[in-house]
């Protein structure tokens, strides 16, 4: 009797293993399944630029040489600012890597796209639109300094106006490029291209006026839209 007993509570005890094993590879079958179709689906996604060929390389330059210290709360972004040395010292290095031979195009960012870091986000003005109402969506995007030939060399597409170019210097008027997303978003059924924005309340002076509209870029992740991004020549940073 007790082995018959013991005989059916082990049989049983097999069943169970089995089964939970039989559960557990279930499990594992359709987690990988999902895991593969979701790495389908992410490299599918179109980023937006075109990194072909492309090679990236950081430069440190010292910061007690080329940042300068600011008054408190002068400045919301930090407590340092860059000297206006470094941008004709990245413009020096970029002719000279231009220079070589095979290179098409060179450019530089203080933000590489999907790098996991983004730019900073930014509320902006638009010249001549009312304040919007309390609650309602204050217009802004992610603020990226860029220099001469950054769109060319990433590839991203310009799909209206023009490209920043040799006559957006610091003494010239203030420009900017906004992406496909910012200008549906704040301009769903009008042309931004030749209207003015302000980025006064940070530290930015002077109206930009909008010379081009270009493919959204994801700048954090593949999982993460642009979020709207706005361009600015590095000449021009206040």
């Known amino acids: 009797g007790r082995r018959t007993t013991g005989s059916r509570s082990g049989q049983r005890v097999r069943q169970a293993l089995v089964a939970v094993q039989i559960a557990v590879a279930l499990a594992l079958c359709i987690g990988g399944g999902l895991m593969v179709r979701s790495l389908h689906t992410l490299m599918r996604v179109d980023v937006g630029f075109d990194a072909t060929d492309v090679y990236t390389f950081q430069v440190r330059l010292p910061e007690a040489k080329y940042t300068t210290a600011l008054a408190a709360g002068s400045d919301r972004l930090g407590r340092t600012r860059v000297s206006p040395a470094v941008t004709p010292l990245y413009d020096a290095i970029l002719e000279r890597v231009r220079r070589l031979p095979g290179v098409t195009a060179a450019s530089a960012t203080p933000w590489l796209p999907m790098n996991g870091v983004r730019g900073d986000q930014r509320a902006m003005?638009?010249?001549?639109?009312?304040?919007?109402?309390?609650?309602?969506?204050?217009?802004?995007?992610?603020?990226?300094?860029?220099?001469?030939?950054?769109?060319?060399?990433?590839?991203?597409?310009?799909?209206?106006?023009?490209?920043?170019?040799?006559r957006d210097t610091a003494g010239s008027p203030s420009v900017a490029i906004i992406d496909e997303e910012l200008a549906r978003a704040f301009w769903p059924n009008a042309d931004p291209v030749g209207q003015h924005v302000s980025f006064a309340r940070w530290g930015d002076p002077y109206a930009r006026r909008i010379v081009g509209i270009v493919g959204s870029v994801r700048h954090n992740s593949l999982a993460s839209p642009s979020g709207g991004s706005i361009y600015v020549p590095v000449e021009q940073q206040p």
């Open 125 to 166: 003005d638009i010249l001549g639109r009312p304040e919007p109402a309390e609650g309602g969506r204050v217009p802004g995007g992610w603020y990226y300094p860029v220099h001469l030939d950054f769109f060319r060399t990433l590839r991203i597409p310009l799909l209206r106006g023009r490209l920043f170019d040799a």
